[in-house]
């Protein structure tokens, strides 16, 4: 038993990497231009169907590097064209507009590769689990873990020590005086939307090599984010972190002793959250209440 | 300038407010229309297109088209064009199943109702086609209650129950894999009378349930249950998810190299999961309710060829379904020579299907006591591709459907009949 969970400790930590993933690329997103981006789940579809596309002419590689960037370039057309116009309205205007967005791409990619879903071929070497004890630690598994790993790193470094990450940080806490200190805050917002969805088809393209493709795959890996977000605190980019790593380890450990309701307890814990320590784990008192 | 000015903060309130939308989405998608004739009679599916089932929802639709073409191309019924009613019933919200279920009802006056391939969905439209008295045919949902416990004089089904699958698929489960079963079961109506009838069939071959959990449906991540089921250590984890899900359960358990220390299989398969799972994965001895490779079976290589013609792929047993659930509606007009719902109903209890539309070596036939389709079902096992690449499955036995299917007192259905 103890095991048991041990194991699903161990197996919810990768699980939870990859929604702290998404659930980055989410945050950075609401919390510099207040946009909930409910096409999020859209942009990892794509990420995942282009790197399938791409796949047979650079390889493997070649579309883990390339599908994430090409997903990037649609995010900052989008931006530009789509949300921009709505920065200063009611935030409710930019969630219907990502809301329908998010339907709009997942139909997209039923219609152009298919309802069926699709399986993504991924290096032989990477598919087998690294020891028969721990059989769920497979080499896809530990690649996808040390890959997050350097994308949160990376994150933090561009946040703290760049010129573009420390605007859009100072920008979250005041974007009026940013303004007024003479930074282009449209620019700023627009890069910054590119970086979120860079991480949406990183996780995509990560989440295919897991999953395969199916059209629905960023519906069904959306709301873990999201509930990622308010359970580490609004604002918060390690809370979001935490929040990804602790819904990951609370699914599996329901699964030992309550398998029906290993998704629900996610929902459950975001309630509690709300009700005892409502501005999240991380999160800052008074922000984005 | 006003791309620059402070928008109010999206909040926590507004995140909720947006999370709880997320739900409220399922109730939009959109709806197809058939082209107009003249005084057509109206066949409506409410089905999946969105969602978990869309794949398998879309081969329905594909083998009810070809239908249609051939009956119009017949004269149509009592004479009069057929046209098809579309609409999307979502893969998993009984409500919007249930909405567009009266709208083609109420407002299109459809004659005959088809669907609904989520089980619970098809229980709930049942419910509303019952009580318009509406003949109502389910294609693809297998849970036993539809001809069962909840039977109803005006619903028939062309699929499975999930006794006959289970009584097919256990012999060759306990022969091939394994006394001790550990059973991954999605949580809902499908998932609980499948894992009930195999554990029946089961203990009658003196097989065992080392264990089982229940998975929420359109769960991706199975790692957590696949840890669990692993260390129960039976001889065989068996899968009765569908769908999206069954893709996912059996690459990760693939992945995890599962396959090499105990045997992964289960009761009904499908060619959509097989085609989505990589070829290391297609593996496991399972039951296809219909398959596409008939040798000597009259009338089957003519369906394969139309429907590779029209979607330029094999049919599936889905595309089957739909094709004979949409003649069955035609059979029903033709044998009661009108569209009563109740004259239909009686003429269709115990009509034998004539092989160009059976399609399966015995003859396929609707029992009259439940109204369930009695037909051959195909056990073997799946397999990384043949010659023909969509050759995923080797069917090594077939079944007849009468020696599977199970008593009519067993099932408990009694029809009651409008007065």
Known sequence: MLQLILFNVFNGLIVGAFYALMALGLSLILNLSGVINFAH??????????????????????????????????GLVVERLLIRPLYGRDPLYSLLLTFGLAYILEDAARFIWGAQSLPYPIPSWLTRPLSTQFFFLTGYRLFMVVLVALAVGALFFILSRTRLGMRIRAGTLDLETVSALGVNVRVLRNLNFGLGIYLAGLAGVLAAGMLGLQPTIGTSLIMPSFVAIIVGGLGSLPGTLLGGLLIGVASGLTTVFFPSASEAVIFAMMGLVLLVRPRGLLGEEGRLQ | MTDTTIPPAAGRRTVLRAALAVGAA????????????????????????????????KNELAGCELAIAQINAKGGILGRPVE???????????????????????RDHVDFLLGNINSALALAMA????????????????????????????????CKSTTMEANAAAQQLIEKAGKKWYYITPDYAFG???????????AKLGGTKVGADLSPLGTTDFSSFLIKAQAAN???IVFLTQGDDMVNALKQAVQFGLDKRLHLA????????????????????????????????????????????????????????????TWTCALAAQAAKSLDAVKMAKALGGMKLPPEIGLVPDTAFYRTEDHQLIASVFVGNAQAGGADPEDLFNVARVARGIDVAGSVEEGGCKLVWPS
């Open chain 2, 84 to 106: 098809l009613r579309v609409e999307d019933s979502t893969s998993g919200d009984a409500g919007t199943a249930v909405q567009k279920s009266r709208k083609l009802i109420e």
């Open chain 2, 26 to 57: 399922n109730l939009a998608p959109p709806f197809i229309l058939a082209a107009r004739g003249e005084q057509p009679v109206l066949i409506g599916l409410a089905n999946p297109l969105t969602g978990t089932y869309a794949a398998p929802g």
């Open chain 2, 266 to 325: 289960g009761a009904q398969q499908e060619l959509e999961s097989l085609e989505g799972l990589p070829p290391e994965a297609r593996i496991g001895a399972w039951v296809f309710e219909w398959y596409w490779k008939q040798p000597g079976v009259p009338h089957v290589a003519e369906f394969v060829e139309a429907i590779r013609k029209k979607t330029g792929k094999v049919p599936t047993a889905r595309t089957w379904f739909g094709f004979v659930s």
């Open chain 2, 127 to 158: 419910q509303v086609s019952n009580e318009k008295g509406v003949l109502h045919i389910v294609p693809g949902g297998h849970t036993d209650t539809i001809t069962g416990a909840a039977c109803h004089w005006n619903v028939f089904r062309v």
């Open chain 1, 41 to 74: 789940g859209g942009f990892l579809a794509l990420g995942a169907y282009l790197a399938y596309s791409l796949m047979p002419f650079v390889g493997f590689w070649g579309a883990l590097l390339l599908a994430p960037l090409a997903t990037a370039a649609l």
């Open chain 2, 234 to 236: 039976p001889d065989v």
């Open chain 2, 192 to 202: 609980h009378t499948l894992q009930a009838a195999l554990e029946k069939a089961a």
